[in-house]
């Protein structure tokens, strides 16, 4: 009782109220959060969740793939994460007769779970701050402060390193990450290890697990059932291996257990994952480049290719199962990036910038020091000349490099030095290689017809945004040999080059011909893509070879400020394991609107339009509506909950993490964050940023009244 009483007073007496901000390490639990976590409602020690001495929650969440969370949730592997981050495999295992999208798979057996090729997940087993170690090897450095105080390839080196010399054994699937936090200010290892033969085991139909699609994407309310399930297998004695039929399912050292109990408005929750990156730090400057570059390419050129896609999609069920991951990943960015500019400017978040920019320089002035103001104009110089360089960068990467399938062509380097070499056995290995690579680049882009509409409206959108004088290389010819008609060039492309198809391709490696490389119209083009990403990267390397620098001390001096004023800090996201905590909370966007802080399948309903797909409501699920089947997973007034929302601070990458209550029990999957608060990557707003979570009561509905998927029930350890 002391204890608690203890947290409560230091609470209030700290600037902790506003403990709903932050993506904390780990690591700081114990000094930086235990008391506020405490106060807002946590019923159990802080070491249960992070505890470097024995087991913990920290041990039974996962990195899902290369940018999601999971969370493993039974004795048996078994992993459940957001429908969307298995979306490409469920793909990968469908097809017109297979259509798992659609109509959703379950596993009956463990024998019937599919494999997923190139799908891996990843324990974090220690976490050690190594920053004294770090800086001790970049004094030996001539450039102390140079670009390898955060090159990722010579953190590696450092990493393997610090290994070596503490005796730390990877074994098995065993795996090393060193990476630069607060501008590189400090630095913290991280000791892995990834499994890599992962299992589908149930996915819902995408009626109910991508139930609203784009136009519900980043929304509240929401009613979708964002979850699927995978398992991790190992070999017999549960080391990490390649997919084998003799591996076994995975006995995890920790699994989650799920309560039943629900929420109640004002409820503490907590929540574990992987956010990708966030820009926190970003000078107002920046935070202006970023919408006027990145932001304002992804939300233009995006949008004519999507509508584009989603016409050919419509049109054809083979299409649409092709293009459905990809279509997927491009719009949710497209969708943040409209979000983010919108909310940057009706926020305020510009004024919020310049007036905690004033306030840091103000209180270095005031010491009689002027480092962060030096640092502060040196990145206002640098975001001015490299601005031009940038917007061009970003339309390149935009049109050609992610809008063009087709231009992920094989490189034909090494039949091109042995054919300039005349060595016979060069060549036929040369050709022997090129035709395997081939045959997964044609396999990969089945649809030519809609490769070719899409490129024409990629090259539209470039010269759109490009003048004539600055366009790539490529142009030239364009203008030269075809009047300057971009869509007579894309028809070249894939009536005459060498990769325009696969006949012209078997046509070629029969007799390849140097002169037939050199001057094909698809290698061309993919050289000059290259050339233009470099001569914009060349054109702002001069600019930014001192930014690391200035943002390091500009970091470092907003983290001076923070601990002299007794506020705590957090580094910015960078895809490592983080947590953060707050409260079960509603919200009002606007004057007159509240939105309740959960929804039920009574919403999902309302929503349905059977002309429309996105809000297609499957026959069984209305059926169990109708006759209120809900089980043990109802509300006590017999409605069936489906989402909810809490006010933690949480980014891409979180995609999937696990929403504890007050006793580390799992009550949701975090999936989403609202509308409003997609300004939270660069300044998060606590009145209006929401992280949006199916509900684990209507995960195991649809699993055990939808499905029917009992097995799968009786593995889990649910509270009821």
Same mark, same amino acid.
């Given at each position: 009782m002391k204890q608690i009483l203890f947290a409560i007073l230091l609470f209030i007496a700290s600037p902790l109220a506003k403990a709903d901000e932050g993506m904390w390490m780990l690591?700081?639990?114990?000094?930086?959060?235990?008391?506020?976590?405490?106060?807002?409602?946590?019923?159990?020690?802080?070491?249960?969740?992070?505890?470097?001495?024995?087991?913990?929650?920290?041990?039974?969440?996962?990195?899902?793939?290369?940018?999601?969370?999971?969370e493993v949730i039974s004795s048996q592997g078994l992993v459940l994460t957001n429908h969307h981050c298995g979306y490409a495999y469920i793909q990968q295992h469908s097809n017109v007769n297979n259509d798992y999208l659609t109509k959703g798979f379950v596993a009956r057996t463990q024998r019937e779970e599919l494999p997923c090729p190139g799908l891996s997940v990843t324990f974090i087993d220690r976490i050690l701050d190594i920053t004294s170690y770090v800086r001790e090897q970049l004094q030996k450095e001539s450039d102390p402060q140079g670009v390898k105080s955060l090159s990722p390839k010579y953190l590696q080196k450092l990493a393997e390193q610090f290994a070596l010399q503490e005796g730390i054994a990877l074994g098995r699937g065993g795996d090393l990450e060193l990476k630069a936090f607060y501008g590189g200010n400090r630095y913290y290892l991280f000791v892995k290890k990834i499994y890599r033969d992962i299992r589908m085991v149930l996915a819902p139909p995408s009626s109910i697990g991508k139930f609203g699609a784009d136009t519900d994407n980043w929304m509240w309310p929401r009613h979708t059932g964002d979850f699927c399930l995978f398992r991790i297998?190992?070999?017999?004695?549960?080391?990490?291996?390649?997919?084998?039929?003799?591996?076994? *399912?995975?006995?995890?050292?920790?699994?989650?257990?799920?309560?039943?109990?629900?929420?109640?408005?004002?409820?503490?929750?907590?929540?574990?994952?992987?956010?990708?990156?966030?820009?926190?730090?970003?000078?107002?400057?920046?935070?202006?480049?970023?919408?006027?570059?990145?932001?304002?390419?992804?939300?233009?050129?995006?949008?004519?290719?999507?509508?584009?896609?989603?016409?050919?999609?419509?049109?054809?069920?083979?299409?649409?199962i092709h293009y459905a991951s990809i279509y997927a990943r491009s719009a949710n960015a497209w969708k943040n990036a409209l979000g983010m500019n919108e909310g940057l400017i009706s926020l305020h978040v510009f004024d919020t910038k310049h007036a905690q920019e004033q306030e840091l320089l103000q209180w270095e002035a005031a010491k009689g020091d002027t480092t962060c103001a030096a640092a502060y104009r040196a990145i206002e110089n640098i975001v001015a000349q490299r601005h031009d360089a940038r917007y061009h960068q970003q339309c390149l990467q935009e049109a050609f490099v992610t809008g063009m399938e087709f231009m992920r062509i094989p490189s034909t380097t090494a039949l091109v030095t042995a054919l300039k070499d005349k060595?016979?056995?060069?060549?036929?290995?040369?050709?022997?290689?090129?035709?395997?690579?081939?045959?997964?680049?044609?396999?990969?882009?089945?649809?030519?017809?809609?490769?070719?509409?899409?490129a024409k409206e990629m090259m539209r959108q470039y010269c759109k945004y490009i003048p004539v004088e600055q366009r790539i290389g490529i142009f030239k010819a364009i203008e030269k040999r075809f009047k300057g008609s971009t869509d007579n060039f894309i028809d070249a492309c894939f009536e005459h080059s060498i990769f325009g198809s696969k006949a012209n391709f078997d046509k070629f490696i029969e007799k390849p011909a140097l002169y037939k490389i050199e001057n094909d119209w698809m290698v061309l083009f993919k050289y000059s893509i290259t050339d233009g990403l470099l001569q914009t990267a060349i054109a702002m390397m001069d600019t930014?070879?001192?930014?690391?620098?200035?943002?390091?001390?500009?970091?470092?001096?907003?983290?001076?400020?923070?601990?002299?004023?007794?506020?705590?800090?957090? *580094?910015?996201?960078?895809?490592?394991?983080?947590?953060?905590?707050?409260?079960?909370?509603?919200?009002?966007?606007?004057?007159?609107?509240?939105?309740?802080?959960?929804?039920?399948?009574?919403?999902?309903?309302?929503?349905?339009? *059977?002309?429309?797909?996105?809000f297609v409501v499957p026959d069984k699920l209305k059926k169990l509506y109708l006759s209120k089947d809900y089980g043990p997973y109802a509300l006590p007034n017999g409605d069936m909950p489906v989402c909810f929302i809490v006010n933690t601070d949480q980014t891409g990458g979180n995609s999937g993490s696990p929403v504890f209550n007050a006793r580390g029990e799992l009550i949701g999957t975090g999936f989403d964050r609202n509308y409003e608060g997609l300004t939270g990557d660069i300044a998060f707003h606590p009145t209006l940023q929401r992280a949006l979570c199916v509900d684990i009561r209507y995960t195991l509905f649809i699993i055990d009244k939808y499905a029917n998927a009992q097995h799968i029930i009786k593995e889990l350890d649910i509270i009821k």
């Amino acid at each position: 009782m002391k204890q608690i009483l203890f947290a409560i007073l230091l609470f209030i007496a700290s600037p902790l109220a506003k403990a709903d901000e932050g993506m904390w390490m780990l690591t700081d639990l114990k000094t930086q959060n235990e008391a506020a976590m405490m106060a807002l409602g946590l019923q159990i020690p802080v070491e249960t969740i992070y505890n470097t001495d024995s087991l913990c929650l920290k041990d039974a969440v996962v990195q899902f793939g290369k940018g999601c969370t999971g969370e493993v949730i039974s004795s048996q592997g078994l992993v459940l994460t957001n429908h969307h981050c298995g979306y490409a495999y469920i793909q990968q295992h469908s097809n017109v007769n297979n259509d798992y999208l659609t109509k959703g798979f379950v596993a009956r057996t463990q024998r019937e779970e599919l494999p997923c090729p190139g799908l891996s997940v990843t324990f974090i087993d220690r976490i050690l701050d190594i920053t004294s170690y770090v800086r001790e090897q970049l004094q030996k450095e001539s450039d102390p402060q140079g670009v390898k105080s955060l090159s990722p390839k010579y953190l590696q080196k450092l990493a393997e390193q610090f290994a070596l010399q503490e005796g730390i054994a990877l074994g098995r699937g065993g795996d090393l990450e060193l990476k630069a936090f607060y501008g590189g200010n400090r630095y913290y290892l991280f000791v892995k290890k990834i499994y890599r033969d992962i299992r589908m085991v149930l996915a819902p139909p995408s009626s109910i697990g991508k139930f609203g699609a784009d136009t519900d994407n980043w929304m509240w309310p929401r009613h979708t059932g964002d979850f699927c399930l995978f398992r991790i297998y190992a070999t017999p004695t549960g080391e990490p291996a390649d997919y084998s039929t003799v591996n076994m *399912p995975l006995r995890p050292k920790k699994h989650l257990r799920i309560s039943l109990e629900g929420y109640s408005e004002g409820d503490f929750a907590f929540v574990m994952g992987f956010p990708g990156t966030t820009y926190r730090y970003m000078i107002s400057d920046e935070v202006r480049e970023r919408m006027e570059t990145t932001n304002f390419m992804r939300i233009h050129i995006r949008d004519a290719r999507q509508k584009l896609l989603m016409k050919e999609m419509q049109s054809n069920d083979a299409i649409r199962i092709h293009y459905a991951s990809i279509y997927a990943r491009s719009a949710n960015a497209w969708k943040n990036a409209l979000g983010m500019n919108e909310g940057l400017i009706s926020l305020h978040v510009f004024d919020t910038k310049h007036a905690q920019e004033q306030e840091l320089l103000q209180w270095e002035a005031a010491k009689g020091d002027t480092t962060c103001a030096a640092a502060y104009r040196a990145i206002e110089n640098i975001v001015a000349q490299r601005h031009d360089a940038r917007y061009h960068q970003q339309c390149l990467q935009e049109a050609f490099v992610t809008g063009m399938e087709f231009m992920r062509i094989p490189s034909t380097t090494a039949l091109v030095t042995a054919l300039k070499d005349k060595n016979k056995r060069h060549i036929q290995r040369a050709t022997d290689s090129l035709r395997i690579v081939a045959e997964r680049y044609f396999s990969s882009i089945p649809f030519a017809d809609v490769e070719r509409k899409v490129a024409k409206e990629m090259m539209r959108q470039y010269c759109k945004y490009i003048p004539v004088e600055q366009r790539i290389g490529i142009f030239k010819a364009i203008e030269k040999r075809f009047k300057g008609s971009t869509d007579n060039f894309i028809d070249a492309c894939f009536e005459h080059s060498i990769f325009g198809s696969k006949a012209n391709f078997d046509k070629f490696i029969e007799k390849p011909a140097l002169y037939k490389i050199e001057n094909d119209w698809m290698v061309l083009f993919k050289y000059s893509i290259t050339d233009g990403l470099l001569q914009t990267a060349i054109a702002m390397m001069d600019t930014n070879q001192n930014y690391n620098y200035a943002h390091g001390v500009w970091v470092k001096g907003m983290m001076d400020m923070r601990q002299a004023k007794g506020l705590p800090i957090y *580094p910015d996201a960078n895809l490592t394991l983080r947590l953060t905590y707050g409260q079960i909370l509603p919200y009002s966007p606007k004057d007159g609107e509240v939105y309740e802080y959960y929804t039920t399948l009574r919403g999902v309903m309302e929503k349905e339009d *059977p002309t429309n797909w996105e809000f297609v409501v499957p026959d069984k699920l209305k059926k169990l509506y109708l006759s209120k089947d809900y089980g043990p997973y109802a509300l006590p007034n017999g409605d069936m909950p489906v989402c909810f929302i809490v006010n933690t601070d949480q980014t891409g990458g979180n995609s999937g993490s696990p929403v504890f209550n007050a006793r580390g029990e799992l009550i949701g999957t975090g999936f989403d964050r609202n509308y409003e608060g997609l300004t939270g990557d660069i300044a998060f707003h606590p009145t209006l940023q929401r992280a949006l979570c199916v509900d684990i009561r209507y995960t195991l509905f649809i699993i055990d009244k939808y499905a029917n998927a009992q097995h799968i029930i009786k593995e889990l350890d649910i509270i009821k």
